[in-house]
Structure formats: structure tokens, C-alpha cells
């Protein structure tokens, strides 16, 4: 007998709910460590950025980027991974971003570009100033 679809206000199956969380996490982290062993395999224990070097010591402190922002997207020769510090991983994140959203670094376009100028006048009010003493 085919169990019919859940519908707004029957209770939540909190068991089944929590065994699909911990799957979907367990399978998560076999996919990162399978790609992560890889990766330290392929590319030497340096930050594809700063340069920094790792080592035995520190080396959870390198991580593998993923070129295309996809995390699906592991093929077995490295090509769409980098080995990036903690750093400069976070910054490459949020370099995309930023790129998403269409922010170019300064201003969004020359028409959003910021208009209020703060001291437009101090020179003005200072000359005045200097000129009355």
C-alpha cells in the first residue's frame, strides 16, 4: 500500500528527519575526504595563493578549493581543485561572492558609485575660520 504524501499539520517524523541529516553529513564528509586525500596527493602542501607552506604539523590548516565553486565537480586528476590556507580559502569565497552580487570592489556601477561628499565644504568653513581670528 502506497503511504500517502505528508500534508501541512500531520506531525513531523523527527527519527526519519534525523537519520536523513546524518546521512546527507556522513555522505558529505566521505565526498570531502575522498577529494581532500586526493587533492593532498596531487598538489604540494602549499597555499595555491600566499605560498605558505604546510606540513605534517599544520596541514589541517590547508584546504581544497574547488576552482569552479562546485563541489560536485571532483575529477580525479585535481584540475578543478587548488590547495588553499584557511585564509586565503575564506577570501577566495567571499571574492566570489562579491562577484555574484556584482560588486567590482569599489562601487557597483559609476551610477551607484557614492555621491555624499562629507568635507566638501571643510575647506570652505576652515578658511572662514582662520580668516575671523
Known amino acids: 500500500m502506497a503511504k ?15 537519520r536523513v541529516v546524518a546521512d546527507a553529513r556522513r ?3 566521505q565526498r570531502q575526504q575522498g577529494y581532500r586525500e586526493q587533492s593532498l596527493g596531487i598538489h604540494p602542501w602549499v597555499c595555491g595563493r600566499c605560498g605558505r607552506e604546510f606540513t605534517r604539523a599544520n596541514l589541517q590548516e ?13 575529477p580525479a586528476d585535481g584540475s578543478n581543485w587548488e590547495n588553499l590556507c584557511l585564509y586565503c580559502h575564506d577570501n577566495e569565497h567571499q571574492k566570489y561572492i562579491d562577484h555574484v552580487r556584482g560588486y567590482d570592489g569599489l562601487a557597483q556601477t ?4 557614492a555621491s555624499h561628499q562629507p568635507f566638501a565644504g571643510l575647506a570652505e568653513l576652515l578658511k572662514k575660520e582662520s580668516d575671523s581670528d
Open 110 to 113: 559609476k551610477q551607484e558609485a
Open 62 to 74: 590547508l584546504t581544497v578549493h574547488h576552482k569552479d565553486h562546485n563541489h560536485e565537480n571532483n
Open 4 to 18: 500517502r504524501p505528508r500534508v501541512a499539520g500531520d506531525p513531523i517524523d523527527t527519527d526519519k528527519l534525523d
Open 27 to 29: 555522505n558529505a564528509e
